[in-house]
């Protein structure tokens, strides 16, 4: 005979929207609520449900300039040397750049933005 075992957490959670009288939709969340299954029509939206960019990479906040370099190079799918050659400078600028250790002036500002199809203001 086969012990009980606790259940997997296998289940994914999943979100369902319905469209049908109002009777159906109240006996829905009716059903909904006896199977403990959350209602989002009736949840208040809050502050916490959204997040700034600096929340999602902390990096932004020391490092804003290295990480749209970043961002944009991994956009054009260009690698560090791809765009060094690009704007005619040695790669490890580009390095230095992305980890915060050089600066970016409005000149290069100006290349980096033309070689990834991004507006120079983002870098300064």
């Known amino acids: ?31 909904a609520r006896a199977l403990h299954v959350i209602d989002l029509s009736e949840r208040k939206i809050t502050d916490k449900d959204y997040y700034t960019p600096e929340e999602l990479s902390p990096e932004l ?31 490890h600028h580009i390095s230095e750049m992305e980890n915060g250790k ?9 290349k980096l933005a033309e070689a990834l199809n991004v507006d120079y203001r983002v870098f300064l």
């Open 1 to 31: 005979m086969q012990a009980l075992t606790k259940k997997r957490p296998t289940e994914k959670l999943v979100e369902v929207r319905f469209r049908g009288t109002v009777s159906s939709v109240n006996k829905l969340r009716r059903t």
């Open 102 to 110: 050089r600066s970016v002036g409005r000149e290069m500002a100006k």
């Open 61 to 91: 906040k020391t490092n804003r300039a290295g990480v749209c370099i970043r961002g944009g190079r991994v956009k054009e799918g260009l690698t560090q040397k791809q765009l060094a050659e690009q704007i005619g400078i040695a790669q």
